[in-house]
């Protein structure tokens, strides 16, 4: 049974769950606790066979995330060695990025640093036409720590990139949607049905298959051309021995809705 979080709301509507930061009274920054919730409930969706598809989003309209929580960070900069901050970054990872689901992001306000981070996270980026987003790290002494100098540039090209991140001007939702930051941009109040609609479509479909084609994509852009292609190869042969690749044709065939069994 899916519970709310101390950060975080969640709530499933047949095969998609809608995941909501929770901390409004600062503009949802991340702290480690949300960190460490987002972590342990994407890793029970992943087993959950009834989730087919996830939404992130956020509670009120004016913030979708504030970034990390400064306050948090300054006393852990203070108590923590040097040599060990990375390591403390990397185990409270939100997990998003190892998340073998559609995840899709409905940013319904201001996205700044970690924030934008979480989106780039997403497989597909929905955006409120009142969204704004901006990289303010450099204005701090700092610089985005959790992937965006590497995902933004590989998102939206190397120039864009170097301009918002040093920067650190905002940018309108339809600015972002121009550049590529985000896919749709979306009047306010039709922002989470229209994310919705795209979440049950890929929730649907055969779950082993959606996976395993999210894998073949994420995958293969580290890739060559050559072994990208023979990657492809592999997992559509292993998809024939599956019991929902023998469903799916037999369904068409007889004219009726497939019943996945996810094997």
Not at 188 to 195: I, M, N
Not at 219 to 244: I, K
Request: aromatic share 4%; glycine share 6%.
């Amino acid at each position: 049974m899916l519970h709310n979080r101390e950060t975080l709301l969640v709530e499933q509507r047949d095969r998609v769950v809608i995941v909501q930061l929770n901390r409004p009274d600062v503009m949802n920054a991340i702290n480690m606790r949300m960190r460490e919730e987002m972590s342990e409930l994407l890793n029970e969706l992943r087993k959950d066979d009834s989730v087919g598809a996830v939404i992130l989003t956020a509670t009120g309209e004016k913030a979708f995330s504030a970034g990390m929580d400064l306050r948090e960070f300054s006393k852990h900069l203070a108590n923590t060695p040097l040599s060990e901050l990375r390591r403390f970054r990397w185990e409270r990872s939100e997990g998003i990025s190892n998340f073998d689901k559609p995840i899709i992001a409905a940013i319904n306000g201001m996205a700044i640093g970690g924030g934008v981070e979480l989106a780039l996270l997403c497989d597909v980026c929905f955006a409120s036409e009142k969204a704004t987003f901006a990289f303010a790290e450099v204005t701090r002494g700092l610089i985005p720590g959790n992937g965006a100098t590497q995902r933004l540039a590989r998102r939206i090209g190397q120039s864009r990139a170097i301009e918002l991140i040093l920067s650190a001007r905002t940018v309108s939702a339809t600015e972002a949607g121009t550049m590529g930051l985000v896919d749709h941009v979306v009047e306010a109040d039709a922002l989470l049905s229209q994310a919705l609609t795209l979440a049950n479509l890929m929730a649907n479909n055969a779950p082993i298959a959606v996976r395993t084609a999210k894998a073949a994509i994420v995958r293969g852009l580290d890739l060559s051309l050559e072994a990208g292609l023979n990657l492809e190869r592999d997992l559509a042969t292993f998809l024939y021995t599956t019991e929902d690749a023998k469903e799916g044709p037999l369904a068409f065939l007889e004219k009726r809705p497939a019943h996945w069994k996810n094997l």
